[in-house]
């Protein structure tokens, strides 16, 4: 099968489909407002000085971050548009794709 016609497919199927992605939060820009984890609990929680922890993922001093390939990708995006200081990013494995799903 080629890829196209597993695009189409996709497209035209499930629009529930779940899609591979990674959220990473930038920790030298968040600023602790908690916006994050109050309105998206499934990708983030209170991590150290109550700034954002990446569920499940790996954290250093300049960063946390996972990948995720469940289908609430709109929560984390939705996280990503509030945050005051736009320290969270969310990467789709296929962006072409996710934006044809979406
Ligand atoms: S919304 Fe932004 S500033 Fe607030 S805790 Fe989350 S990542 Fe940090």
Request: charged share 20%; glycine share 4%.
């Amino acid at each position: 099968m080629h890829l196209k016609q597993l695009e189409l497919e996709i497209v035209a199927g499930d629009a529930n489909l779940m899609v591979k992605y990674k959220i990473e939060v930038d920790l030298k820009t968040c600023v602790s407002t908690g916006a994050c984890f109050a309105s998206d609990r499934l990708h983030f929680q209170s991590g150290k000085n109550q700034q954002s922890n990446v569920i499940g993922g790996q954290t250093d001093e300049s960063k946390t971050s996972n990948v995720f390939d469940d289908n609430q990708i709109v929560d984390a995006q939705a996280a990503a548009k509030n945050c005051p200081v736009s320290a969270i990013t969310v990467t789709p494995n296929n962006p072409k794709l996710h934006k044809k799903i979406v």
